[in-house]
């Protein structure tokens, strides 16, 4: 099993950039492939990014892969979403998620576990 809490949302004006985190507890980290999910007000959570156990491989939500970028440290139990040119339509809670296994999952059920989640607002 693992635990997930994400970090570094806040308040950034259009055009700037966020870097979240996610620290994983557990000593297993790097069996587990990670992902970055997202969810404004009203909405249902979509995918934003995943990466591979090793780090090797990514994959993005179409809309979102020339502006993000996922990347992990096994040594350190993270994985990071790097944001850049924030739109105010980035808004949402973002949240971290492992799964068991190989595959760079895309849906909300591919993952076992969950952060908390962490706010990101973007201003016009």
């Known amino acids: 099993q693992v635990q997930l809490v994400e970090s570094g949302g806040e308040l950034v004006q259009a055009g700037g950039s966020l870097r979240l985190s996610c620290a994983a507890s557990g000593r297993t980290f790097s069996s587990y492939t990670m992902g970055w999910f997202r969810q404004a007000p009203g909405k249902e959570r979509e995918f934003v990014a995943a990466i591979s156990r090793s780090g090797g491989s990514g994959n993005y939500a179409d809309s979102l892969k020339e502006r993000f970028t996922i990347s992990r440290d096994n040594a350190k139990n993270t994985v990071h979403l790097q944001m850049n040119s924030l739109k105010p339509e980035d808004t949402a809670v973002y949240f971290c998620?492992?799964?068991?296994?190989?595959?760079?999952?895309?849906?909300?059920?591919?993952?076992?576990?969950w952060g908390q989640g962490t706010q990101v607002t973007v201003s016009s």
């Open positions: 998620a492992a799964r068991e296994g190989w595959r760079l999952g895309r849906v909300v059920d591919d993952y076992n576990y």
